[in-house]
């Protein structure tokens, strides 16, 4: 487990972790009849950092998977060396729009969502609550870019601008200057971690909330969010693959437990985390522990044939996700906590717009 912990966006990656080490503990430590031992890595949120610790675990310790990147601009810089190793690699976060398209590779398996995905229903809930005029807040890497091309594939409205950031930039002020005189009626923002929860704050410190609604994806409103926000995050909108709200017997359990061991609600980035183990648990059973197949291993974790926290999954031809989204709020529950609830489908079985672009054999 290659992952981010420490800087910025250290809470993704403990998530990812927690969630994944929960998920073990369902499963008594083992994938199939295997004991599992996990070795793990913290790749700083930095590409070099990450492509030693990857060599490291494909030459030496000779992994027999692989998962936990968070972020995209760090997935592409490894990518090369994972694959080329015949390992495979169960991405619980990164999705970048390369490996969903003309670079896909038999060896990459995401178990989240293609980049754009999220962006892409909020894109469409944002358009079909009637705003006309948004602007777009997003950090200058891969999956910036990607958010706001999904942003924009579905929302028809007119776009006030485009506004990039440094990767882990936390003072937004001549941002917010930028947005208070393009007057939108909506602000849409990309900025995981610590990026939105800095932004979040000042946006409402400016008054900025009094007149433009703030919208993001999961990724930006999420649990580890609010928790840093509060109240400032209430009544914004955001768009997921799934919500701790979710009607299914392995969410109600996943949910309950990982309070219970954890002492707070999951985020989507913990749920991808549960899923990525129970998938590769799949993968083992799948082929009767005999993971040296590589092709059969590879064929066991096509079928996904395991129980997700979000109900039914199955894979694209690019080996990522086809699911549906849903528009969810951020309110208080019976309990009074600040939490998310979910509204509505926004897509049902929906794939990603870089799928056709895939010629794997």
């Known amino acids: 487990m290659v992952t981010t912990l420490s800087g910025a966006g250290a809470g993704l990656g403990v998530d990812i972790r927690d969630g994944f080490s ?22 700083q949120q930095n ?36 694959f080329n190793s015949k390992t495979y690699f169960i991405s619980a976060n990164a999705g970048p729009s390369q490996y969903a398209g003309e670079q896909c590779n038999p060896y990459f398996f995401n178990v989240a969502w ?22 777009l807040v997003a950090p200058n890497y891969p999956a910036g870019k ?19 950031t440094k ?19 909506a602000v849409y923002i990309f900025l995981p971690g610590g990026m939105g929860i800095n932004f979040i704050k000042q946006f409402v410190d400016a008054g900025l ?30 768009a997921s693959q799934w919500g701790h709200d979710m009607e299914n017997p392995q969410n109600k359990r996943f949910v309950a437990d990982f309070v219970k061991e954890y ?23 799948g082929v009767k522990d005999k993971i040296e197949d590589k092709d059969a291993l590879g064929k066991a974790l096509k079928a996904a044939n395991f129980k997700s926290v979000r109900g039914d999954f199955k894979f694209n ?32 079985n929906h794939g990603d717009a870089y799928a056709s672009a895939c010629k794997m054999k």
């Open 263 to 285: 002492g707070r609600l999951p985020s989507l980035y913990a749920s991808q985390g549960y899923d990525a183990a129970m998938l590769m648990d799949s993968a083992v059973r």
């Open 22 to 43: 929960l998920a073990l503990k369902h499963l008594n430590n083992k994938f199939g009849n295997l004991p599992v031992e996990v070795i793990s890595g913290d790749d």
């Open 146 to 164: 990607d958010a706001l091309t999904g942003f924009k594939r579905y929302y028809k409205g007119k776009v006030a601008d485009e506004i990039y």
């Open 114 to 135: 293609q980049n754009d995905n999220l962006h892409e229903a909020v894109g469409k809930h944002v358009f079909e609550k009637g705003f006309k005029n948004v602007a």
């Open 317 to 348: 031809n690019n080996q990522y996700p086809i699911q549906n989204y849903y528009a969810r709020v951020i309110g208080k529950d019976a309990q009074g906590r600040i939490t998310n609830r979910t509204l509505g489908t926004v897509f049902t």
């Open 209 to 238: 909330s009094k007149n433009a609604q703030l919208f993001g994806p999961g990724f930006s409103a999420d649990e580890d969010i609010i928790k840093a926000v509060g109240a400032p995050m209430l009544g914004m909108f955001n």
């Open 167 to 185: 990767l882990g930039q936390l003072d937004y002020g001549a941002e917010l200057a930028q947005i208070r005189a393009l007057k939108p009626d």
């Open 47 to 82: 590409p070099d950092a990450a492509k030693q610790l990857v060599d490291k675990l494909v030459k030496k310790d000779k992994v027999d998977m692989m998962t936990g990147i968070v972020f995209s601009n760090v997935m592409l810089a490894v990518g090369p060396s994972i």
